[in-house]
């Protein structure tokens, strides 16, 4: 998507707060508190989980809210672009593009569109701020039920952004970040479709950032570990995504590289930086990869975080022995 010459604001850990150039997602974590203590949540399930790989693939609900300029409705983006999307949701978390399959599908359950007049909203483009505390109240699907996808032309160069799953309730969690008809993910129109698999036909959207924020929705970290970095200085080596399966590396990855050599975000010590993943910042054409850890965590987040339990039929769960081992630098926390 080009989004090297693209600058965005980034709100990571709050601990870390930054505003970064170069950025893919907006996608703001709850703090601290609330990482340490999901992390331990997730890493406890992780261990009472099933050895046994068993059940069916986690089925997604999807319920978009397209917000279309007040021209007339369709005037935002076609039908057949939110399938395109959808359509990549499933190549990218069923490992057909690269990494593994995670057992989680999408299927697009509901469409609603509106217009900014009709809502009694201002006329588009909107930054989240607005879209947070006005639009999604007045368009939310049942969160509990849906994994809620506005498509919303956002001011600036903002591609899209996600809420992190919460335990709201539960002891020494964070709570106050996430209201629940805040929950979803926001993209702008240009970034929702897909050009790979079947949809080759639409070659210029590759649906790789709304790949990235439901990596977030699902409780994934940026592969760096959020630290502050940059591509020429190892200071985010000692960070973690929680997951040892993807290398330590030294901030975000733009671009689009040549396979051969060694990436300049890999820490010194470690295996190359893993900047095909989906969750790194590099073009989408490098995009192709979920790892069987970040899969791990996808799948205890739809097992345990509220909102996130009821938002899919069906369900699987993988075997144990895949999913603890990842959980680097656990014990340091605790
Ligand atoms: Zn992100």
Partial sequence: MGIQSIVLVLSVLCLFSLVAAHSRCATKFGGEEHTIAFEKEMHQHMRQMKRASTGTPFQIRV????????????????DIRLDQQISQFNQAFSGALGGVDTYIR?????????????????????DSDYIDARLKPLTSYNPDLYLNFWVVPLEGLTLGYAVFPTFSGL???????????RDGLVIDPTMVGSNTGANKA????SGITAVHEVGHYLGLRHIWGDGQGDENQYDTCGETDYCSDTPPANG???GCPATNGRSKTSCPGYPDAMITNYMDYSDDPCLNRFTQCQAGRMQVVLNKSPRRTGVYVGGFVSAASSLVSPLKFLLKLF
Wanted: hydrophobic share 30%; proline share 11%.
């Fill in 202 to 205: 639409n070659t210029v959207v």
């Fill in 252 to 254: 975000p990855f733009y």
């Fill in 171 to 181: 002891d020494g969690l964070y709570s106050g970040s996430s209201p629940a008809n």
């Fill in 63 to 78: 319920a978009y809210i397209v917000v279309d300029y007040d021209t007339g409705a369709g005037t935002n983006i076609p």
């Fill in 106 to 126: 999408f299927t697009r359950n509901y469409t609603r569109r509106v217009t900014p007049s009709a809502l009694g909203l201002k006329p588009l483009p909107y």
